[in-house]
């Protein structure tokens, strides 16, 4: 069974330490940039986001916990009643709980907590080489609604 249980500061600290740098690299590979200007381009995109840290109105940070072997992994979601729309930042399973299906059982969960908040429907972004998360969330129901396309010349 899983869990959604709120992020204590330190877990937020860890979390974002942790995604910050493979962000900034995602987004220098993404936008054919130097990593410098990746970290650069995260930087400016934490600080817009996350002006108040975990207390950011409407973003949501949870530890994904499991009655037996405990916190297994992160979400980070943004609430916005007005479009009525759940945003998955972040959804990650720490390594050693890998492949046991927590992603999955998460995102069920998910589902379950941001419908009180107001929320009729979620999205998210995966970059196109992330071919595991993209199964997922198809084996979800979730389908494209925009995509981006590059051809290397």
Known sequence: MINLRPMTESDYQRLRAAIFEDYARETASVRSISIEEGRAA??????????????????????????????????????????????????????????????????????AAVKPLGATHIDLNVFGDNTTAIHLYESLGYRPTAMNMRKEI
């Open 42 to 111: 995260a930087s400016r995109q934490f600080d817009d986001l996350l002006p108040e840290g975990i207390a950011s109105q409407g973003h949501h940070f949870w530890r994904i916990a499991d009655g037996v072997a405990g916190d297994v992994g992160d979400l980070w979601v943004f609430i916005d009643r007005g479009k009525q729309q759940a945003f998955i930042y972040f959804i990650g399973i720490d390594e050693p709980h890998r492949g046991h299906g927590y992603s999955k059982a998460a995102m069920l969960a998910l589902e």
